[in-house]
Protein backbone atom coordinates (compact mmCIF):
# COMPACT_ATOMS: atom_id res chain seq x y z
CA UNK A 1 0.00 0.00 0.00
CA UNK A 2 1.20 3.26 -0.85
CA UNK A 3 1.47 6.01 1.46
CA UNK A 4 0.39 9.39 1.00
CA UNK A 5 3.30 11.66 1.06
CA UNK A 6 2.99 13.98 4.32
CA UNK A 7 3.17 17.77 3.46
CA UNK A 8 3.44 20.86 5.42
CA UNK A 9 1.42 23.63 5.30
CA UNK A 10 2.67 27.33 5.55
CA UNK A 11 1.27 26.70 9.26
CA UNK A 12 3.25 24.23 10.22
CA UNK A 13 6.21 25.90 8.84
CA UNK A 14 5.59 29.44 10.34
CA UNK A 15 5.04 27.72 13.81
CA UNK A 16 8.45 25.87 13.85
CA UNK A 17 10.50 28.95 12.72
CA UNK A 18 7.79 30.26 15.73
CA UNK A 19 9.11 28.01 18.24
CA UNK A 20 13.01 28.19 17.30
CA UNK A 21 13.35 31.76 17.66
CA UNK A 22 11.28 31.66 20.75
CA UNK A 23 14.25 28.83 21.96
CA UNK A 24 16.94 31.01 20.51
CA UNK A 25 16.11 33.41 22.79
CA UNK A 26 14.75 32.26 26.16
CA UNK A 27 18.25 30.34 26.01
CA UNK A 28 19.83 33.72 25.15
CA UNK A 29 17.74 35.03 28.68
CA UNK A 30 18.04 32.16 30.97
CA UNK A 31 22.31 31.83 29.96
CA UNK A 32 22.23 35.94 31.14
CA UNK A 33 20.43 35.51 34.24
CA UNK A 34 22.29 32.45 35.71
CA UNK A 35 25.64 34.41 34.89
CA UNK A 36 24.74 37.79 36.15
CA UNK A 37 23.28 35.72 39.41
CA UNK A 38 26.22 32.97 39.83
CA UNK A 39 28.50 36.06 38.80
CA UNK A 40 27.11 38.46 41.74
CA UNK A 41 26.50 35.47 44.20
CA UNK A 42 30.53 35.13 43.93
CA UNK A 43 31.43 38.84 44.04
CA UNK A 44 28.97 38.99 47.38
CA UNK A 45 30.33 36.02 48.77
CA UNK A 46 34.32 37.45 47.99
CA UNK A 47 32.93 41.22 49.28
CA UNK A 48 34.29 40.86 52.76
CA UNK A 49 37.88 39.40 51.78
CA UNK A 50 38.77 41.54 48.08
CA UNK A 51 36.96 44.77 47.17
CA UNK A 52 35.53 45.01 44.09
CA UNK A 53 37.71 47.99 43.04
CA UNK A 54 40.77 45.47 43.61
CA UNK A 55 39.59 43.24 41.08
CA UNK A 56 39.22 45.47 38.43
CA UNK A 57 42.73 46.13 39.16
CA UNK A 58 46.25 44.21 39.07
CA UNK A 59 45.51 41.56 41.71
CA UNK A 60 47.51 41.57 44.73
CA UNK A 61 47.42 38.60 46.43
CA UNK A 62 47.04 34.48 45.10
CA UNK A 63 43.46 34.99 46.37
CA UNK A 64 42.43 37.84 43.81
CA UNK A 65 44.05 36.15 41.02
CA UNK A 66 41.88 32.72 41.69
CA UNK A 67 38.78 34.51 41.92
CA UNK A 68 39.55 36.68 39.27
CA UNK A 69 39.99 33.19 36.85
CA UNK A 70 37.34 31.77 38.55
CA UNK A 71 34.87 34.47 37.49
CA UNK A 72 36.29 34.32 34.00
CA UNK A 73 35.57 30.44 34.01
CA UNK A 74 32.19 30.87 35.40
CA UNK A 75 31.62 33.24 32.83
CA UNK A 76 32.34 31.01 29.47
CA UNK A 77 30.83 27.99 31.18
CA UNK A 78 27.50 29.32 31.29
CA UNK A 79 28.02 30.90 27.87
CA UNK A 80 28.89 27.41 26.58
CA UNK A 81 25.89 25.86 27.87
CA UNK A 82 23.41 28.47 27.00
CA UNK A 83 25.05 27.74 23.46
CA UNK A 84 24.27 23.73 23.79
CA UNK A 85 20.98 24.65 25.22
CA UNK A 86 19.91 26.71 22.29
CA UNK A 87 21.81 24.43 19.91
CA UNK A 88 19.65 21.35 21.49
CA UNK A 89 16.23 22.72 21.26
CA UNK A 90 16.64 23.97 18.17
CA UNK A 91 17.53 20.07 17.43
CA UNK A 92 14.66 19.27 19.43
CA UNK A 93 12.30 21.40 17.33
CA UNK A 94 13.50 20.44 13.87
CA UNK A 95 13.74 16.65 14.71
CA UNK A 96 10.44 16.34 13.03
CA UNK A 97 9.80 12.65 14.91
CA UNK A 98 12.55 11.50 13.97
CA UNK A 99 13.82 9.27 16.92
CA UNK A 100 17.62 9.09 15.93
CA UNK A 101 17.24 13.28 15.86
CA UNK A 102 15.37 13.40 19.11
CA UNK A 103 17.89 11.53 21.03
CA UNK A 104 21.06 13.78 19.91
CA UNK A 105 18.56 16.57 20.78
CA UNK A 106 18.05 14.77 23.80
CA UNK A 107 22.14 14.52 24.52
CA UNK A 108 22.91 18.31 23.61
CA UNK A 109 20.04 19.54 26.38
CA UNK A 110 21.93 17.14 28.61
CA UNK A 111 25.39 18.09 28.69
CA UNK A 112 23.72 22.10 28.78
CA UNK A 113 22.69 21.17 32.11
CA UNK A 114 25.49 19.44 33.01
CA UNK A 115 27.53 22.65 31.87
CA UNK A 116 24.99 24.76 33.95
CA UNK A 117 25.63 22.28 37.06
CA UNK A 118 29.56 22.78 36.70
CA UNK A 119 28.96 26.44 36.43
CA UNK A 120 27.34 26.72 39.67
CA UNK A 121 29.83 24.41 41.42
CA UNK A 122 33.02 26.52 40.17
CA UNK A 123 33.11 28.24 43.73
CA UNK A 124 33.35 25.07 45.76
CA UNK A 125 35.59 23.82 43.26
CA UNK A 126 37.99 27.15 43.72
CA UNK A 127 37.49 26.85 47.28
CA UNK A 128 39.00 23.45 47.27
CA UNK A 129 41.44 24.80 45.11
CA UNK A 130 42.31 27.50 47.51
CA UNK A 131 42.84 24.88 50.39
CA UNK A 132 45.07 22.71 48.44
CA UNK A 133 47.17 25.69 47.86
CA UNK A 134 46.79 27.36 51.02
CA UNK A 135 45.99 30.14 49.81
Same mark, same amino acid.
Do not use: E, Q
Given at each position: MIRPR %?????Q???LKIFLVVLVVLGGLVVGTLLEYAIAHAAAYANATS???ASTAAVPSSLNAVIDNLRN?? *? #??? *?ALATLFLTVGGVRYI? =? #?GDPGEVEAAK??? %????LGYGIAVL =???LVTI?? #?? *?GA
Open positions: %RTTSSTHSVTLVI *V #GLL *VL =A #GKTL %RYAA =APLLK #GI *V
